[in-house]
């Protein structure tokens, strides 16, 4: 299994521009989670998924987008990006059938600058 | 969520064992404590959990207090590659309460 994967790994973008990030797990996990890191800080959680076709608002959504059209993948989008928005993105995912306390699997991140 | 107070910084000598405190005194009745590490930028890794007892795997052992106000996580012989930030956690089991409140951490250093 790949586990958590995450495309792309790096990405430069100028202000005002557009991207979205993919986020793909192999696990058949119902729950995924976008979060974000900056420098020196915990992460924080930006949106999340319990199940296909449906999304959340975590502690930071203001800026972003979020799709969950199939159980494995789960997209963040950014419309206008900001400076504000250099960070390193992590995706997550966790299953909640084997309880109530259930552990989230990390994807490897991804870089972005916006200059 | 309880708020987790954890030093910002420790080192360890390889081959011993590296104890990580965490207060969390304000934690009720439903809420797990976790343990992830960081290392290096990498995405964070799931160590252990708990409630109320004490717990241990194959990586580490989580001891909590009887009054469940602070825990300590245990590394039993640690080495180099150990080197990490480890985040304690304090999440409900509420469903729907799905989010990990990441704190800075305790940054561990082994030394060779």
């Known amino acids: 299994n790949a586990g958590v994967t995450q495309t792309p790994k790096f990405r430069v973008l100028k202000t005002g521009q557009s991207m979205t990030l993919l986020c793909a797990q192999d696990?058949?996990?119902?729950?995924m989670y976008w979060y974000r890191q900056d420098p020196g800080m915990g992460l924080r959680l930006i949106h999340y998924s319990v199940g296909e076709g449906t999304t959340a608002k975590g502690e930071v959504p203001d800026g972003y987008n979020v799709s969950r059209l199939k159980k494995q993948n789960f997209l963040l989008g950014l419309e206008s990006a900001a400076p504000s928005q250099t960070s390193v993105y992590f995706c997550a995912s966790s299953s909640p059938q084997r309880g109530l306390a259930y552990e989230q699997y990390f994807g490897p991140g991804t870089r972005l600058t916006v200059t | 969520d309880a708020k987790t107070t954890q030093p910002p910084s420790m080192d360890c000598a390889e081959g011993r064992a590296a104890n990580l405190p965490c207060n969390h005194s304000t934690i009720s009745g439903n809420e797990y404590v976790y343990w992830y590490r960081q290392i290096h930028s990498q995405g964070p890794q799931y160590i252990i959990h708990g409630l109320k007892n004490n717990e241990t795997n194959e990586m580490a052992s989580l001891i909590i207090t009887e009054d469940r106000k602070s825990s300590t996580l245990i590394l039993p012989h640690a080495t180099l590659r150990d080197t990490a930030v480890y985040y304690c956690?304090?999440?409900?089991?509420?469903?729907?309460?799905?989010?990990?409140?990441f704190g800075t951490g305790t940054r561990l250093t082994i030394i060779p």
């Open positions: 696990m058949n996990h119902e729950y």
């Open positions: 956690i304090v999440r409900s089991s509420n469903f729907g309460n799905e989010k990990l409140t």
